[in-house]
């Protein structure tokens, strides 16, 4: 590395410290402190089974003593984006909104709330009645399907995580 290379990494590395930047997990991080302080709510169905599981996975799992409960309502539609000249549809678009509330436990003040929302595809290929041919099968678009359901959650809760930590200064105590 030359020299002009690490004058610039050196500078831009003051430059962040001098904007007030500090690393979200680092020792005064809004994070700090927070790992297993929020107790997400139980699923209750596929979908709601992978945003929890993700969740704790980023966040911690919150025990009966969590300083937070974080209660989510997922709404789900699907529509069709691919459509053929025989007016078949090959892709799906899977959408989702995701209302949250994080409430503090002891007080049962709502803390934090909003909504999300996000988007996956997938490739769901049909039986073609003029060629006679088939393009996929039942077995792979559900596959497919759920694949797309569980990126989706993913994203959600990714999404999620990075609201709650951003905002953690204001709503913590």
């Known amino acids: 590395m ?19 930047f500090t690393p979200v997990y680092g020792p005064q991080g809004a994070a700090r402190g927070l790992r297993g302080q929020i107790a997400v709510d139980p699923p209750r169905d596929p979908e709601g089974y992978v945003l929890v599981r ?32 025989d ?46 041919t088939i393009a996929g099968n039942t077995v792979s678009v559900r596959a497919a399907e759920q694949d797309a359901r569980e990126r989706l959650m993913t994203l959600l809760a990714d999404q999620l995580v990075a609201r709650l930590l951003a905002t953690a200064p204001e709503w913590r105590r």
């Open 54 to 85: 993700q969740l704790e996975d980023r966040l911690g799992r919150g025990s009966g003593g969590a300083a937070y409960r974080l209660s989510a309502d997922i709404a789900l539609a699907e529509d069709g984006l691919g459509i053929t000249p």
């Open 87 to 132: 007016q078949e549809i090959t892709r799906r678009r899977l959408r989702a909104n995701l209302a949250y509330r994080l409430t503090h436990t002891e007080s049962g003040d709502v803390v934090a709330s909003g909504t999300l929302r996000n988007f996956t595809s997938y490739s769901a290929p049909v039986f073609s009645a003029n060629r006679g």
């Open 2 to 20: 030359s020299w002009s290379r690490r004058t610039l990494l050196v500078g831009a590395a003051a430059a962040v410290a001098a904007c007030g």
